[in-house]
């Protein structure tokens, strides 16, 4: 499976974005069993957990950094996956990239993905 992540830019401080996901694949492939999860990772650090579903969409898991302000979510039916961003800060600022879990939950270990894209490019502003 592939994934393409869409949506950054440049914003600023308070703003927002909605990043999203897509998947495809072979004939037939899907993510609806899948946990998905959203990771960052900002110049000269590590890449980092942002926030995770079930395949469901029942169980969500965000970093402190973020919980509050990001939401993620899932349409089974696109074989998509999303991440609404409101009340960016400076520190938002990374490259995000979305991953599809090995297992039907999500997870904050990056280990825990079998496939990962390609990354997308979110400035904060002050």
């Known amino acids: 499976v592939q994934l393409q992540a869409s949506g950054g830019g440049l914003v600023q401080t308070g703003g927002s974005l909605r990043l999203s996901c897509a998947a495809s694949?072979?004939?037939?492939?899907?993510?609806?069993?899948?946990?998905m999860g959203w990771f960052r990772q900002s110049p000269g650090k590590e890449r980092e957990f942002v926030a995770a579903?079930?395949?469901?969409?029942?169980?969500?898991y965000y970093a402190p950094s973020v919980k509050g302000r990001f939401t993620i979510s899932r349409d089974n039916a696109k074989n998509m996956s999303y991440l609404q961003m409101n009340s960016l800060k400076v520190e938002d600022t990374a490259v995000y990239y979305c991953?599809?879990?090995?297992?039907?939950?999500?997870?904050?270990?990056?280990?825990?993905?079998?496939?990962w894209g390609q990354g997308t490019q979110v400035t904060v502003s002050s």
């Open positions: 991953a599809a879990s090995r297992y039907t939950s999500g997870s904050p270990q990056a280990v825990s993905y079998a496939a």
């Open positions: 694949g072979r004939s037939g492939r899907t993510l609806s069993n899948n946990g």
């Open positions: 579903m079930d395949w469901r969409g029942g169980s969500r």
